[in-house]
C-alpha cells in the first residue's frame, strides 16, 4: 500500500456529516445532530476517517472515564494500586458507513483510538468499550478486549499491552 485510502482527522465543521449512513440510526443521528455539541462541551472528542476529501466514511468518539476495581477480572486488577477506580478512556462510539465496509476501516479506527488512548499524556489505564450487541462484542473480543465479569457488553483492553512503534 503507497497510499492510505482514509485520511483520520479531528471532527471538523467541514466535513459532510449529511451523508453519513452506517445502518444504524441512533449512530447516524450522533453524527449529524449531537457530536457538535458534545465536541463544543468537553465531553467527548470525535476522530473521523475522511475520503474521498471531506467524506465521512467512518468516526469514533472517545472521553474519559473510570473503572471499578472490583469489577475487573482478578489477573487485570493483580498489579493496580488499589483505589476504588482506575483512570480510562472511553470509546463511546464507532461506525462505519455503509459504502465503506468491508475494507478493514473499523479496525483502522479502533487502533487509532487505541494511539490516541496511550500515547496521551494524561494517564488512563484501560481504554474501554460498550458494546451495542453481540456482533459489536465479538470484534472488540477479537481485538483483544477483555469482558467485565459482571457485565460481558462492557470490556476494556489495559493500555499497557498496546505494541507502541
Not at 40 to 57: N, T
Not at 69 to 93: C, H, I, N, W
Not at 121 to 145: P, S, T
Request: charge should be positive; hydrophobic fraction near 45%.
Amino acid at each position: 500500500m503507497s497510499s492510505a485510502p482514509f485520511r483520520l482527522a479531528p471532527l471538523d465543521a467541514a466535513h459532510d456529516r449529511a451523508a453519513f449512513n452506517c445502518g444504524s440510526e441512533p449512530l447516524d443521528r450522533y453524527l449529524r445532530e449531537q457530536v457538535t455539541q458534545d465536541v463544543h462541551r468537553r465531553v467527548a472528542a470525535c476522530f473521523v476517517a475522511l475520503a474521498e476529501g471531506k467524506r465521512i466514511a467512518g468516526y469514533y468518539t472517545l472521553a474519559s472515564a473510570s473503572l471499578l476495581q472490583a469489577g475487573l477480572t482478578a489477573s487485570a486488577g493483580k498489579k493496580l494500586p488499589r483505589y476504588p477506580t482506575v483512570p480510562a478512556v472511553r470509546m463511546g462510539r464507532l461506525a462505519v458507513d455503509k459504502a465503506f465496509e468491508g475494507q478493514g476501516l473499523g479496525g483502522a479506527l479502533l487502533a487509532d483510538a487505541l494511539d490516541r488512548a496511550a500515547c496521551s499524556e494524561i494517564a488512563a489505564y484501560a481504554l474501554m468499550v460498550d458494546a451495542k450487541d453481540e456482533a459489536a462484542a465479538a470484534f472488540y473480543r477479537h481485538h483483544g478486549f477483555i469482558a467485565l465479569p459482571d457485565s460481558p457488553r462492557t470490556q476494556f483492553l489495559p493500555l499497557a499491552t498496546i505494541q507502541r512503534s
